[in-house]
């Protein structure tokens, strides 16, 4: 992976890097750079496999990492790219032409959490959620129970606990 | 000429799409799912046909949405447990097995030897389960409803071993962060064993009347051939691959757990069609038959079954983030888990082999094939929709 990443950082400009495992390095490139280093990883270092294209909702800074995680089966080897991108009307190139299955992930990230792929087919379309009107449900200040409470009845004769105040107080009492 | 003209219509639009008039009396729409024998589980297909051909497939999936990552996001990672399981009802072992590793991944545990052993073991104990409801499911889907029979009684031999190793049938919940709740109970060796022999039996019987059956024959070769090129532009893994001759086998690829312990190679086949990758996970059951006798006899007796870990109540993940990968039976399972220093995922994000299966692919694969042979494809992929809306 060490030499992978000598021959990209003389092609592109890299950020901040993370050694997970040997197999597995995570890099963060600029928005502009996504393209042309995916289409680089895919036609000339063998990351042919789009693995996932998935996004994680960094509220307090304001933004979201989107994440290209991409493998090379013959090395046996991960590629995670990270962009930052804002969290206000988000938005991002489509990958689709590079991987048409990447359309299906990007229209999730669409519903899920809202952020726009234009041209990306059918990204539009209602995906797993159907006349939802609330903000989407995966950013983080989506507040599941409030949605439940104000949507949803209790069971009559139903006790809730917290589970954590319960597993302290019933379960192991003698543990800190 | 006697067919429509493909190349003639429905022409395309500007935009890529289909130029299809419902009014011009030429086609019609018709759902297959949610409630369908030709579907598989809680999923449906819009068929747009043209006479008895498809001419467009769109999936659609939500009917069973819990919002199982989300729902992570609330619970600490111990009490993460009874959900990651329900992610695929069929084959739940690899969601508890992917979780825990990347949870111990980012927590810097290491989970004793012995309890690799005894992970590899309940992962190939599932993926024989979910084949033989997938054989079951084939067969049905072209008519032979006794072989449903048949592969459900060895699943439910299976389900006894499982009940008697870990407690319960379907959810385990038996591989934890830090290794397993136990070791294998007196005698399971030689219970396993009879299990293992009366699997090769029924295999033995599901191959002469389904494989040498003229009709299965004849209605599944040639049907819904995969091409090499759509591999990986389709993120096309496990057996969907691998009967198109492409050895993609994560067990291989990227051993985990102690398969770069055991002996055996991918089962791969030829014609990618779909009695090609039915016949490439029979023979992946007798691999897994294989693999366990392998494993029982290779398998430490003694030493530790859980490393040391936090107290699960207070227990806080450093920030960081992994992906964890293993073979299941439908193709590549992972997790991609991302932590905050909290004691909370920030997010997971499941990867499921269906995902890409019976998205993508099955909508390209869908065109110009007849009404009847939908669900002979739609099997032959072996989806399950949990895993597409998580």
């Not at chain 1, 790219?81 to 299906?104: C, F, K, N, Q, Y």
């Not at chain 1, 209790?154 to 597993?167: F, I, W």
């Given at each position: 992976?060490?030499?992978?990443?000598?021959?990209?950082?003389?092609?592109?400009?890299?950020?901040?890097?993370?050694?997970?495992?040997a197999?597995?390095w995570f890099?963060?490139?600029?928005?502009?750079?996504?393209?042309?280093?995916?289409?680089?990883?895919r036609?000339?270092?063998?990351?042919?496999h789009?693995v996932?294209?998935?996004?994680?909702?960094?509220i307090?800074?304001?933004?979201?990492?989107?994440?290209?995680?991409?493998?090379?089966?013959?090395?046996?080897?991960?590629l995670g790219?990270?962009?930052?991108?804002?969290?206000?009307?988000?938005?991002?190139?489509?990958?689709h032409?590079?991987?048409?299955?990447?359309?299906?992930?990007?229209?999730?990230?669409?519903?899920?959490?809202?952020i726009?792929?234009?041209e990306?087919?059918?990204?539009?379309?209602?995906?797993?959620?159907?006349?939802?009107?609330?903000?989407p449900?995966?950013?983080?200040?989506?507040d599941?129970?409030r949605?439940?409470?104000?949507?949803?009845?209790?069971?009559?004769?139903?006790?809730?606990?917290?589970?954590a105040?319960?597993?302290k107080?019933?379960?192991y009492?003698?543990?800190? | 000429?006697?067919?429509?003209?493909?190349?003639?219509?429905?022409?395309r639009?500007?935009?890529?799409s289909?130029?299809?008039?419902?009014?011009?009396?030429?086609?019609?729409k018709?759902?297959?799912?949610p409630?369908?024998p030709?579907?598989?589980?809680n999923?449906?297909?819009?068929?747009?046909?043209?006479?008895?051909?498809?001419?467009?497939?769109?999936?659609?999936?939500?009917y069973?949405?819990?919002?199982?990552e989300?729902?992570m996001?609330?619970?600490?990672?111990?009490?993460?447990?009874?959900?990651?399981?329900?992610?695929?009802?069929?084959?739940?072992d690899f969601n508890e097995y992917c979780?825990?590793?990347a949870?111990e991944?980012?927590?810097?545990?290491k989970?004793?030897?012995?309890a690799?052993?005894?992970?590899?073991?309940?992962?190939?104990?599932g993926?024989?389960?979910?084949?033989?409801?997938?054989?079951?499911g084939?067969?049905?889907?072209?008519g032979?409803?006794?072989?449903?029979q048949?592969?459900?009684?060895?699943?439910?031999?299976?389900?006894?071993?499982?009940?008697?190793?870990?407690?319960?049938?379907?959810?385990?919940?038996?591989?934890?962060?830090?290794g397993?709740?136990?070791?294998?109970?007196?005698g399971f060796?030689?219970?396993?064993?009879?299990?293992?022999r009366?699997?090769?039996?029924?295999?033995?019987d599901?191959e002469?009347v389904?494989?040498?059956?003229?009709?299965?024959?004849?209605?599944?070769?040639?049907l819904g051939?995969?091409?090499p090129?759509?591999?990986?532009?389709?993120?096309?893994?496990?057996?969907?691959?691998?009967?198109?001759?492409?050895?993609?086998?994560?067990?291989?690829d990227?051993?985990?757990?102690v398969?770069?312990?055991?002996?055996?190679?991918?089962?791969?086949?030829?014609?990618?069609?779909?009695?090609?990758?039915?016949?490439?996970?029979?023979?992946?059951?007798l691999?897994?038959?294989?693999?366990i006798?392998?494993?029982?006899?290779?398998?430490?007796?003694?030493?530790?079954?859980?490393?040391e870990?936090?107290?699960?109540l207070?227990w806080?993940?450093?920030?960081?983030?992994?992906?964890?990968?293993?073979?299941?039976?439908?193709?590549?399972?992972?997790?991609?888990?991302?932590?905050?220093?909290s004691g909370?995922?920030?997010?997971?994000n499941?990867?499921?082999?269906?995902y890409?299966?019976?998205?993508?692919?099955?909508?390209?694969?869908?065109?110009?094939l007849?009404?009847?042979?939908?669900?002979?494809?739609?099997?032959?992929?072996?989806?399950?929709?949990p895993?597409?809306?998580?």
């Amino acid at each position: 992976m060490r030499d992978l990443y000598h021959r990209l950082r003389s092609r592109f400009e890299l950020g901040e890097v993370t050694e997970q495992r040997a197999d597995l390095w995570f890099v963060t490139v600029e928005r502009d750079w996504l393209r042309p280093l995916l289409i680089h990883l895919r036609d000339r270092e063998g990351f042919t496999h789009l693995v996932i294209l998935t996004a994680v909702d960094w509220i307090e800074d304001g933004r979201f990492q989107l994440t290209y995680l991409l493998n090379n089966r013959v090395a046996g080897q991960d590629l995670g790219v990270r962009v930052m991108i804002d969290r206000d009307g988000a938005s991002m190139e489509s990958i689709h032409e590079l991987w048409p299955t990447a359309a299906t992930y990007q229209r999730e990230l669409r519903e899920m959490f809202g952020i726009d792929f234009p041209e990306s087919p059918g990204v539009d379309e209602e995906f797993i959620l159907e006349g939802w009107n609330d903000i989407p449900p995966y950013r983080r200040d989506f507040d599941t129970l409030r949605y439940a409470e104000e949507n949803f009845s209790q069971r009559p004769g139903r006790e809730t606990r917290d589970p954590a105040k319960h597993m302290k107080d019933e379960l192991y009492p003698d543990r800190a | 000429m006697l067919y429509p003209d493909r190349s003639q219509y429905p022409a395309r639009k500007a935009d890529g799409s289909l130029d299809i008039d419902l009014t011009s009396g030429k086609y019609l729409k018709i759902w297959q799912g949610p409630n369908h024998p030709g579907i598989t589980g809680n999923m449906s297909v819009e068929l747009t046909v043209c006479g008895d051909e498809v001419v467009e497939g769109k999936t659609h999936v939500g009917y069973l949405h819990r919002g199982f990552e989300k729902l992570m996001e609330r619970r600490t990672f111990i009490q993460c447990f009874p959900i990651v399981c329900r992610i695929c009802v069929p084959e739940p072992d690899f969601n508890e097995y992917c979780y825990a590793a990347a949870v111990e991944e980012l927590a810097g545990i290491k989970a004793p030897e012995r309890a690799d052993w005894i992970r590899a073991l309940i992962l190939e104990m599932g993926r024989i389960n979910s084949y033989m409801m997938y054989l079951g499911g084939q067969a049905g889907a072209l008519g032979q409803g006794v072989i449903g029979q048949w592969t459900t009684y060895v699943r439910d031999l299976m389900l006894d071993r499982f009940e008697e190793l870990t407690g319960a049938r379907i959810y385990h919940m038996f591989i934890l962060p830090g290794g397993v709740r136990d070791g294998l109970p007196d005698g399971f060796e030689g219970r396993m064993e009879e299990t293992l022999r009366e699997i090769e039996s029924t295999l033995r019987d599901v191959e002469k009347v389904m494989f040498h059956n003229a009709v299965f024959k004849k209605r599944t070769v040639g049907l819904g051939v995969i091409e090499p090129d759509w591999i990986d532009r389709y993120g096309v893994t496990g057996p969907n691959a691998r009967a198109c001759a492409v050895a993609k086998d994560v067990r291989k690829d990227q051993p985990y757990l102690v398969y770069d312990q055991l002996d055996f190679q991918p089962v791969l086949g030829r014609d990618s069609d779909v009695f090609t990758r039915a016949d490439v996970r029979r023979r992946d059951i007798l691999l897994s038959v294989d693999l366990i006798r392998q494993m029982l006899a290779k398998m430490p007796r003694s030493g530790p079954l859980m490393a040391e870990i936090p107290n699960v109540l207070h227990w806080k993940i450093p920030r960081g983030e992994t992906y964890v990968r293993g073979e299941c039976s439908r193709g590549e399972y992972g997790y991609y888990l991302v932590t905050d220093g909290s004691g909370y995922p920030r997010r997971v994000n499941v990867r499921g082999p269906s995902y890409t299966h019976a998205m993508a692919l099955l909508e390209r694969m869908i065109v110009n094939l007849n009404i009847s042979d939908v669900a002979a494809l739609l099997v032959s992929l072996h989806t399950y929709p949990p895993e597409i809306e998580r």
